[in-house]
């Protein structure tokens, strides 16, 4: 009757490596392409929901965390490859993560005090690389080395409490991402094509946190909620001590925060 208590934890963790790899192989297609491609696509939803009630002293809460370190890399290292085709090594990583977090106390009798709290956290640390080291590359076609990453981070939170002396509710919503996004053509790597030949590098996130705290009491109540977003990607595009020919197209080097257009 006196004291109620009431917690809940979730915790999910996304934690894979995915390669696609030639090293030290040679590769020949006449008419035909190549193609080499890491990707990871992954949803997770996470909730935990805290109840507690009492006459006197109610205390709920709730914490709900999503972790993803992901390696994604597709690369060609001391190799040859000659396609009559297109040759493409692409590492994509997409994911969508959500984690959705309560906590609701009641005190009913005279000279209750409830607190209600909800902490709902998603973490992103990835690394999607793309890269030709030491590889001799030549198409009929195109040659597209490309790290694509594109992320979805929700995280909804509620704190409420209501008691007749003092209610305190509160919620804090996070999201933070701090990956590594590149494709690269390094170590006296020598690519020809007779079509276009792309180096990209692109990022997409897309964050959402919703935070809400609610109180209820006569005499003393406060609702408090907060949000915040850290971002700090590394993107990058490069060629560096390699030669990179098209004799019919162009040569495109590309990095950003979101999907070339060209």
Known sequence: KDTGLGGAIAVSTVDNDVVA??????????????????????????????????EKTAIAGSVVMNLFINNIDAHITDSTITAGGAVAL????????????????????????????????????NSVTAVADTAIISSGSTIDISAVSQEV?????????????????????????????????????????????????NDSTTVVLVAGGFAGSGKTAIGVAAST????????????????????????VISGIAPPTT
């Open 229 to 252: 977003v850290y971002e700090q990607n590394t993107i990058l595009a490069n060629i560096d001590a390699s030669s990179v020919t098209s004799t019919g197209g162009k040569v495109s």
């Open 153 to 201: 981070l929700v995280s909804v939170t509620i704190g409420g409490a209501g008691g007749e002396k003092f209610a305190l509710g509160g919620s804090i919503s996070v999201g933070v991402t701090m990956s590594t996004v590149e494709a690269k053509v390094v170590g006296t790597s020598d690519l020809d094509a007779t079509g276009d030949v792309k180096i990209n590098a």
């Open 21 to 54: 790899a030639v090293e030290g192989s040679i590769l020949r297609t006449t008419t035909g392409s190549f193609s080499g491609k890491a990707k990871e696509t992954g949803v997770v939803v996470s909730m935990a929901v805290a109840g507690a009630g009492s």
């Open 90 to 125: 692409n590492a994509e990583d997409l994911e969508v993560s959500v984690a959705l977090a309560g906590g609701v106390a009641i005190a009913a009798k005279t000279g209750g005090s409830a607190v209600g709290a909800a902490v709902g956290v998603n973490l992103v640390f």
